[in-house]
């Protein structure tokens, strides 16, 4: 089956459903799906050459796999990246990147807001092989600025970040990150290709979990790192082949076929999201909203110019409440007076899901340590799908206007 060789500048939209492996000799219209652990080589010379690295060519699943390779290859173009590798999960994706770039006695600085478990892997596991790490506040460059060692190899955020919606300046942190000879890594999991490119304002890494927007409809667990074709290369695949942090062959089609539909589920699931953001804001039960789309967030003009003029589909806000048992009371009642929102901490789902961060998500950090991340026991995170709006609005009306009755 001969292919026909894509244009060189095609739309994001086209890239989407287009850039794939080559198709089989059936010529399939949608992508098949190579469900096989190893490969027939054609004769042991070849074998020898592949296994050498001397021949293009699969051999066994842990190292690649076309239906992994077609995921790969769509995501990198999504991205702007040279490269991709696919991971297990979106942890998987950053244990290869650590694993790839740090060895011990080097210096990691990573925002205080990044996903939890990222924490407790760059402080806890890599800490114990003689990792160090600092954490500084996600928004106020100085911060990183000042965390500068001479031994710092790896400047890491997250943005927006969860379940807060704190932007970062991508560009500023990696005029920090390269003037310190240091590498930039953006986990874009939060804003999908779709909306934000952080490579195209310097960063050299991007982490996704393929387990939310990419696949979008919460059925798989997968993760990627996109870079150059150099690190990956060099630093990457030889941790991927003898760590075996692989993507399966078939998560990998689930997320190839999810990221089909990725640009216009953003685009409806942030416009879902600023509708119940803006709705949210007007009723008097609701102490503070936290939504990039909104003018009232601290970064608002940023992230609109970061994220494509779109504020993304999590929406968190804070319930008016008098003291922290009394928030925890009326959150849980909110919650469980929905009927339609899913009560999970997932998210990028279609489906809508609400959370108690404080309880869930960021239930094994201490009290203080949420008092100082913001993360009150009235807060509740949306994670806003494609329903329709008005039904979401309705769901949390519920238990928002018989608070009283609770007091
Ligand atoms: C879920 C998530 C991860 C981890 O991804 P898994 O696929 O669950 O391993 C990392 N970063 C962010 C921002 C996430 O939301």
Sequence with gaps: MTKKKLPDSLHLDTLAVRVAVEKSQ??????ALYLTSSFVQPNAESAARRFAGEEEGYTYSR??????????????????????????????????????????????????????????????????????????????????????QPNTRLLFAETPSNPLTEVCDIKALADVAHAAGALL????????????????????????????????????IA????????????????????????????????????????SIRMKAQSDNALALAT??????????????????????ALAMQQQSGLGGAVVSFDVEAAEPVQARKFVFHVIDSTSVCSITANLGDTKTTITHPASTSHGRITE???????IGQG?????????????????????????DSMA
């Design 279 to 300: 709705w949210l804001e007007a009723q008097p039960r609701v102490k503070r909203v936290y939504y990039p789309g909104l003018a009232s967030h601290p970064q608002h």
């Design 185 to 220: 890594a953006v986990d874009n999991c939060f804003c999908s290709p779709a909306l934000q490119r952080p490579v195209k304002l310097g960063a050299d890494l991007i982490i996704h979990s393929g387990t939310k927007y990419l696949d979008g409809q919460g059925r798989v």
């Design 223 to 262: 993760g990627a790192l996109c870079t150059t074709r150099k690190l990956i290369d060099e630093k990457f695949m030889p941790v991927m082949r003898s760590a075996g942090l692989t993507l399966s062959a078939f998560n990998a089609w689930v997320v190839l076929k999810g990221m089909e539909t990725l």
């Design 368 to 374: 203080a340590q949420r008092q100082a991340a913001g």
């Design 26 to 31: 059936f010529g399939e219209n949608s992508e």
């Design 63 to 148: 190292f690649t796999n076309p239906t992994v390779t077609s995921m790969e290859q769509r995501l990198a173009a999504l991205e702007g990246t040279e490269a991709c590798i696919g991971t297990s999960s979106g942890m998987a994706a950053i244990t290869l990147m650590c694993m790839g770039l740090l060895k011990a006695g080097d210096h990691v600085i990573c925002s205080q807001s990044v996903f939890g478990s990222t924490i407790r892997l760059i402080a806890g596991e890599f800490g114990k092989f003689g990792v160090q790490s600092t954490f500084v506040s996600q928004t106020d460059v100085a911060q990183w600025r000042e965390a500068i």
């Design 379 to 403: 807060l509740i995170r949306v994670a806003v799908g494609l329903e329709n709006i008005e039904d979401i609005k309705l769901d949390l009306t519920h238990g928002l206007s018989t608070l």
